[in-house]
């Protein structure tokens, strides 16, 4: 038999906020798997297809307002296009001359072409895709390259075609450009936020070829690789995933060789079973034929004053100052001489020694004729004058001292002393005319037979 317990209004109500703060409460997690924060670095998050804003990007670039669409275009081909020239002649493989053109189209979807210097980009992500793709490239090497590029690019659209190619000198100038490459890898890097991954499809066209049965066609092999790598100057990578990119490729391949390959369609089109649309496949190899379209390489020299223009407007940019060229001939022995030989004049000059006449060229004075004497007659009456001043002394002791005999030997010894004083003064004076002779001859040669 149960018993109700009547509560009181104030029981009753601290009792079902009791029963509510248990219904809040959450099970404990002891002994589950703790959960920390992931951080997906996956290439799909890339695709600027996904949300509406990525979208918007597409269709507005961040370098639209002052560069037009179709400029805009132009360098992200001749960007591109560089790259691919750069890492083949840097022997770079396939994949780090995708790997860097894929992370310069998507640099640009972030940043301005009227901010961010193409050129700097371009060596930037060269240098950065050797890394990424494990085949890494000295930055001095990645300069000569784009330094021969652009002699190359130059003289297709210059008067003198046959011009030959000077090497890029070790200078003021190639410091300052190696530091903004440098500067450039690091702003690419936070503007990606150090997400570099980049899924190519080159290793699925060899798979769909091999479930299609036609490993055998070279034709169809060769065709699809060279569309794939030609697909690099466009957007593409950045719209849609490698499988569909690779299927894309496969079926245009399939349709423009000699003799055409019939692919399966029924009972549904074979790209299917990798979850592609027909509608991606078509948009792909639309973008593929009209980039085919295009006559020629963008006109460098052109592209580089229009970005002048959209960054300092209609005022040239202010002429950076370079300083002059060191002469690399000279060594640092010859460097050394000329500096020991600057000091050796003034020396001169400040003694009296040389003089400068009206016409600016150092002059010898005539040395004076002394009729009192030599240095030597100066030292030797000096010391005469020593040894009387010390007789003098000694014939006063002489009658104060009781002591003959230790009069005696202090006046052998202070002779002693005072001879080995001047025998030490006269080598010191022959050493010193010496080294000042040496000296006056050597500011009297030419400049030339002193180096």
Known sequence: MHTCVQLEPASRRRLKCLLTMEAKIKPSSFGEKRMYSKIDIGPENWLLTMDDESRAKLENPPSLPKIDLETEQDLRFLGCELIQHGATLLRLPQTAAATAQILYQRFYYQRSFARHHFEYSVMACLLLASKIEEAPRRPREVLNVFSYLEHYYRRRHSSQPFKEYPPMAIDTKYVQTKNQVIKMERRILCALGFVVHVKHPHKLIFSYVHVLNCVNNHDLMQKAWSYMNDGLRTDMFLRYKAETIACACIHLAAKTIEPKVPLPEQPFM??????????????????????????????????????????????????????????????????????????????????????????????????????????????????????????????????????????????????????????????????????????????????????
């Open 270 to 451: 074979w790209f299917e079973l990798y979850d592609v649309s027909e509608r991606d496949v078509e948009d792909i190899a639309y973008m593929l034929l009209k980039m085919y379209t295009r006559k020629q390489t963008p006109n460098w020299p052109r592209l580089l004053e229009i970005i002048d223009k959209a960054r300092f407007g209609d005022e040239p940019p202010a002429p950076v100052e370079v300083p002059p060229k060191e002469d690399p001939v000279k060594s640092q022995l010859a460097l050394k001489a000329e500096e020991i030989m600057k000091k050796a004049r003034e020396e001169a000059i400040r003694e009296g020694r040389l003089a400068v006449d009206g016409t600016g060229e150092l002059k010898r004075k005539p040395e004076r004729v002394s009729t009192v004497g030599n240095g030597h007659d100066r030292d030797r009456d000096r010391d005469r004058g020593g040894r009387r001043r010390n007789r003098s002394t000694t014939s006063r002791s002489r009658s104060r001292s009781p002591d003959r005999k230790r009069r005696k030997h202090r006046s052998k010894r202070s002779r002693s002393e005072s001879n080995y004083r001047e025998r030490s003064r006269r080598n010191g004076r022959d050493h010193r005319d010496k080294d000042r002779e040496h000296r006056d001859s050597f500011c009297a040669r030419p400049q030339a037979a002193r180096i």
